[in-house]
């Protein structure tokens, strides 16, 4: 099945831009979506199809996906985006469709 | 506003059964496929199970194949999961979540969107 793979910690100090990668074989042929998850709370969808925002989700979330890597960039970054951040593909052709990465948690220094 | 909520959760001993339930609400259930998506204390996400907007397509992850069974009444807009010969492994926070798609004639990306708060299901001795 297919494997999603994240860095576990990504720190980045206050109005500084955070990168949190998801990689993935030949990624970049599918849609990649993101989620947040804050402390106790169920996660929210931040970013879908690559690079769309849901409303009411900040300019400063956007994504990209190219090659082997997805990226989610927080710009501008607030001690409120401090979550597990997760990435996930359907991937039709499998017996396994629906598959997450495997979380990387944002540290606001 | 959409609303998921889940109930049903509880603490469970090993080889017993338990059902879940997911109470939808703000939306035309009978328009979306749902799905459980779980997380066990401390790990990441792990897809469950999805059902089809009229239970004519079901999937379930290999884990729980075979024990599970994802079932949904539009009439009452609720999502069910019944789960049986439950294993410690099965300990976690059962979401449920609604559906979100991309395409017209042919879907090209599936997503989910929004999730309910959540059931903790216990599965120990």
């Known amino acids: 099945s297919y494997v999603l793979t994240q860095p576990p910690s990504v720190s980045v100090a206050p109005g500084q831009t955070a990168r949190i990668t998801c990689g993935g074989n030949?990624?970049?042929?599918?849609?990649v979506h993101w989620y947040q998850q804050k402390p106790g709370q169920a996660p929210v969808l931040v970013v879908y199809?690559?690079?769309d925002r849901p409303s009411g989700i900040p300019e400063r979330f956007s994504g990209s996906n190219s090659g082997n890597t997805a990226t989610l960039t927080i710009s501008r970054v607030e001690a409120g985006d401090e979550a597990d951040y997760y990435c996930?593909?359907?991937?039709?052709?499998?017996?396994?469709?629906?598959?997450f990465g495997t979380g990387t948690k944002v540290t606001v220094l | 506003e959409v609303q998921l909520v889940e109930s049903g959760g509880g603490l469970v001993q090993p080889g017993r059964s338990l059902r879940l339930s997911c109470a939808a609400s703000?939306?035309?259930?009978?328009?979306?496929?749902m799905h459980w998506v779980r997380q066990a204390p401390g790990k990441g996400l792990e897809w469950v199970s999805g059902?089809?907007?009229?239970?004519?397509?079901?999937g379930y992850a290999d884990s729980v194949k075979g024990r599970f069974t994802i079932s949904r009444d539009n009439a009452k807009n609720s999502l069910y999961l019944q789960m049986n010969s439950l294993r410690a492994e099965d300990t976690a926070l059962y979401y449920c979540?609604?559906?979100?798609?991309?395409?017209?004639?042919?879907?090209?990306?599936?997503?989910?969107?929004?999730w309910g708060q959540g059931t903790l299901v216990t599965v120990s001795s």
């Open positions: 979540a609604k559906e979100a798609t991309l395409g017209g004639g042919v879907i090209v990306t599936r997503w989910f969107d929004p």
């Open positions: 703000g939306f035309t259930f009978d328009d979306y496929a």
């Open positions: 059902i089809s907007w009229n239970s004519g397509s079901i």
């Open positions: 030949n990624i970049g042929s599918k849609s």
């Open positions: 199809d690559d690079s």
């Open positions: 996930q593909v359907w991937d039709s052709s499998s017996d396994h469709p629906y598959v």
